[in-house]
């Protein structure tokens, strides 16, 4: 897990990332902490986000979309509209 947090914290930065123990359910409570100590963004993350390699890339990816939303660099509304667009014919989603 020490090495899950160290990737973390690289991918995050200038955020520091602590993962809390398991809760009954084995879900991690994923914290992110900005330089003055405030709590930025807290997230619950299942054991598999944080051990495949594909559900990893896929939390930090969600993670970096939500510190822009409370950063006020993205609109929750933008994010909607983009997903609602229709695919142009011949490609994959």
Known sequence: ME???TLLN???TPYQVQLDDMDGSG???L???DARGTTVLRRSVSPLQLQDQR???DLVDGLHRDLQIVEG????CVIAALSNQPQPRGTFA
């Open 3 to 5: 090495r899950i947090c």
């Open 10 to 12: 690289d991918a995050l």
């Open 27 to 29: 879900h991690r409570q």
């Open 31 to 33: 914290t992110l902490i």
């Open 55 to 57: 559900l990893l890339v």
């Open 73 to 76: 660099r993205l609109q929750p």
